[in-house]
Structures are given as structure tokens and as C-alpha cells.
């Protein structure tokens, strides 16, 4: 699914202003709804998020300039490296991408349609996104610059660099989307039906401003958690 949305924001578009700002959103799965706080600031990205089941509140951090993620576990006061989690998504995602390209050679279907609806104040309009394993139906604004729910452009970007070559080309049909999305691409709502069954992420608020550094680094008073072994 990720792999499917990822074509819909191609190289030639990543170029133009991405977002930075906070972003408030539920996911619902499995019965469950988890409030999540987006944070985005060029290649920086960070995940809030509370999870009874991980430990209680956690953040994910990551740094694409230096290639970096960790993870903040807040009821124990810790921080781990996930250099070894990051590497492993990485190359799952770099697979599920290149496996989506050289299928059909093509971009995934993608039907533009006539439904718009207003989510915290912005009006956006629904995309059907087609792909093997179902369909994603995305609702983007214009004129926010550039958003996914998976981390955000900046973040996705970062991954695809750091793989290199391994990436594939942009598939046939990438330049008409990318002219499409020229105004930006700000994902409000997306919906998907998955093998666990109905997933979505729907925007609550959003605060467009600058985030200060600290808001990415582990705060003081924060102990370091070694993984053992591997």
C-alpha cells in the first residue's frame, strides 16, 4: 500500500516546498484508534504516539541527513538507536517499490474523482489509488505543499536516496501526476482495506510553524538503551 501511494509524489515533484509543521491525526485498525502527532521539518521527521501495548507513549525520530532513527520510550526516560529497524524497513520498502514498477512497468491506476470534502478547515478532493492487493482511497489539498501519512515526503525521499541505485525509474505515466500535483500533494484522509481489514488516517489538525531543534533529539535526562546482541 505505502509502495502504491509513494509513486503518486515522483522525484520531479519532491523538488517543491514541503511541509513544515505539526500534524495532529487518528489512525484506526483492528478496532483500535491511536492519536498520532506528525512533526516534519526538512529531512527531519518525528512520530508521537500513545501505545499501551509498545510500553505506553513512545516517539520515533528520524534524520535523513545523517541516516538516523531512534526511538524515545517517555514512561521509562530512555532512547534507542533503530539504525538496524530503519535498514531493515529501508530494504522492505525498496523491494515492495521495485516489485510494484517492474510488474506492470507502469504507474498504479489512478482515478482522479469529482468527490471533495473539508477536513480540519482544508478542502481536499479523493483519488482512487489501484494496485494488486486492492485500492487506497487518498484525499489531498492543494496549495500545503507536500504530506503522506507515512512520515511525510521528506522522510520518504530520504529513504529512497539513501538506497541508490537500487531504486527503480519512475514509471510510465509519472510526468502526467507530476504535473497533476504541481500545487502540492497533503494527504487529509486516507482509507484502505487491508488483510487485517479496514484501515484509515484522518487529519485533525494541523499548525504550520517552525520546530525547534530540540523537538528532535532526546530530551535531557534521558538514558541511552542498549540493544543486546543483534
Known amino acids: 500500500m505505502i509502495a502504491a501511494a509513494t509513486f503518486l509524489v515522483p522525484s520531479a515533484v519532491v523538488a517543491q516546498e514541503a511541509f513544515e509543521g505539526s500534524i495532529k491525526a487518528v489512525m484506526a485498525a483492528s478496532g483500535m484508534e491511536i492519536v498520532i502527532e506528525q512533526h516534519t521539518r526538512g529531512q ?5 504516539m500513545n501505545m499501551p501495548s509498545a510500553g505506553g507513549s513512545i516517539s520515533v525520530i528520524s534524520n535523513n541527513a ?11 526516560k530512555m532512547w534507542m538507536d533503530m539504525a538496524m529497524m530503519r535498514q531493515m524497513m529501508r530494504g522492505m520498502m525498496g523491494r515492495a517499490q521495485e516489485q510494484a514498477a517492474t510488474e506492470t512497468g507502469e ?24 494496485h494488486k492487493d486492492g485500492e487506497i482511497d487518498l484525499c489531498a489539498a492543494t496549495g500545503m505543499g ?14 529512497g536516496r539513501s538506497q541508490g541505485p537500487s531504486m527503480p525509474e519512475l514509471p510510465k505515466g509519472a510526468e502526467k501526476w507530476a504535473k497533476e500535483f504541481a500545487d502540492g500533494f497533503f494527504v487529509l484522509k486516507m482509507q484502505a ?30 538514558n541511552e538503551m542498549k540493544m543486546p546482541g543483534r
Not at 200 to 205: A, D, G, L, N, R
Open 146 to 159: 507536500f504530506f503522506m501519512p507515512t512520515g511525510g515526503v521528506p522522510s520518504m525521499a530520504g529513504m
Open 193 to 222: 482495506q487491508t488483510e487485517q481489514g479496514p484501515m484509515s488516517w484522518t487529519v485533525q489538525s494541523i499548525e504550520k510553524k517552525k520546530l525547534p531543534d530540540e523537538l528532535f533529539k532526546p530530551p535531557a535526562g534521558y
Open 44 to 48: 527531519m521527521f518525528r512520530q508521537d
Open 107 to 130: 504507474m498504479p491506476e489512478i482515478r482522479r474523482t469529482d468527490r471533495t470534502e473539508t477536513i480540519a478547515g482544508h478542502e481536499c478532493r479523493h483519488y482512487m489509488v489501484m
Open 66 to 76: 545523517d541516516d538516523k532513527t531512534i526511538m524515545l520510550i517517555h514512561d521509562q
